[in-house]
Structure formats: C-alpha cells, structure tokens
C-alpha cells in the first residue's frame, strides 16, 4: 500500500515552459487536493476533486489546471511557467474532508 | 468561512521540558481541527484531530489537544520535548459541509540538548 505517490520530486523549469505534476492515490479516496507550500505561508489550496470527473477551484487557481478522469490519479498542469509557481507541491486524499487527508512526499519547482 | 491563526511562528524549548503551541479558529458551523507535523523535507502527517467527540483528544508520540469552544481554540502540548519533536507543525480546520482544509502559517519547533 503505496498510499500518495508524487512524481517528480524536483523539477527546474524555465519561464514559459510547461510541465504536468503526478499524483496517484491507492487508498480508493474520492477526495483529493493540491497544495502549494511557500515558506512561512502554510500550505495554499490550488484544486481539488470530490470524485473522477468532478473539480473545483481552491484559494490560488490561477496559472494551473486540473483533471480527474479516475479515482485514482489527479495531474496539476501548469501551462506557462512564471517565477512566482517555485514552491513546494503537495497532493493529498482523504475518504471526506472532515477525516484525516494523506500527503505525498511532495514536488519541489524551481522557475528560472 | 474559516480561518486558522497560529499565535507562535517559532517555539524553542529545552529536551524534556514541556511543549505548547497555540492555535486559535474561526469557523462557522460545527468544526473539525487537526493538528499536523512537517519533517525537513518531509509531507505532512497527522498528529491528532477533534470531531466532536471528546474535547481532549490525544495523538502519535505523546501530543494531545483541548478544544475549547468558548475560547475557539485548539492548543497542542506534550508534556517532554525529545529531540525528535524539531519539525513544523500546522493547525487545520475543516467547517462541516464544506470540501475545504484551511491551513495555519505553521510554528517552528527547536529542541535544544
């Protein structure tokens, strides 16, 4: 049992360029999420996901985009990398939002 | 909507001395709270959560929180830091019905030798 896998774990991009990040539960979860972590800030929602098929905006949205066509899998796409997405990013799963969310080990993004 | 405030960014405390991090919430239906610990370079992981059920409730490696409803607060102690207690820590709340965590700033924990 795998729980929250992520790939890459580090990553450099240029501005401009584009890039997918993975995220694969096998907890069966409906729920899944993605953070951004910048230091000293907590982590900020991006997107989440109450089930395939089914996505919402978070907090700080823009320059990403989100799919869920399985359970399982739930990809953060960034389109046109800027200096200000360098940040840590973090996938979680949970059965609701009111129980426990699981965390990946995490993606760190440089944009130069 | 709910918030999350941490009232300390930084606690240094001596090993085998006691450990308080204070969180205050703001929430407008019924919470849940959780308190999460980060390892350098590590994900989160949870410590303990409050659910309505007791309002004390006790975590991994010895943590416990009081939540205290007339004070929205959540505080997290340990009654002996050990070395291993150096991480960021983060206090969460979830309001009933909504899909969303909202995260803390997080506090830093040193344990001094």
């Known amino acids: 049992n795998a729980g929250v896998t992520q790939t890459p774990k580090f990553r450099i991009l240029k501005i401009g360029q584009s890039m997918t990040l993975q995220c694969t539960q096998d907890?069966?979860?409906?729920?899944m999420y993605w953070y951004r972590q910048d230091p000293g800030m907590g982590l900020k929602l991006i997107y989440y996901s109450v089930g395939a098929g089914i996505t919402d905006k978070g907090e700080v949205p823009n320059g990403y985009n989100v799919s869920r066509s399985t359970t399982e899998d739930f990809p953060l796409r960034l389109e046109l990398a800027a200096p200000s997405q360098t940040s840590v990013y973090f996938c979680a799963s949970s059965w609701t939002p009111q129980e426990t969310q699981y965390f990946g080990p995490g993606t760190r993004l440089l944009v130069l | 909507a709910q918030s999350v405030t941490q009232l300390d960014s930084h606690v240094s405390v001596s090993e085998g001395t006691p450990v308080l991090l204070r969180c205050n919430y703001s929430?407008?239906?019924?919470?849940?709270l959780f308190w999460y610990v980060q390892h350098p370079n590590k994900g989160l992981q949870l410590l303990l959560k409050y659910t309505s059920a007791a309002t004390l409730v006790k975590g991994i490696n010895g943590f416990e929180a009081e939540f205290k409803k007339s004070e929205t607060s959540f505080h997290l102690t340990k009654p002996s830091a050990h070395m291993s207690d150096a991480a960021e820590y983060f206090c969460?709340?979830?309001?009933?019905?909504?899909?969303?965590?909202?995260f803390g700033a997080g506090t830093t924990v040193t344990v001094r030798a």
């Open positions: 929430s407008s239906y019924s919470p849940s």
């Open positions: 907890m069966n979860h409906n729920y």
């Open positions: 969460v709340v979830s309001d009933r019905g909504d899909y969303k965590l909202s």
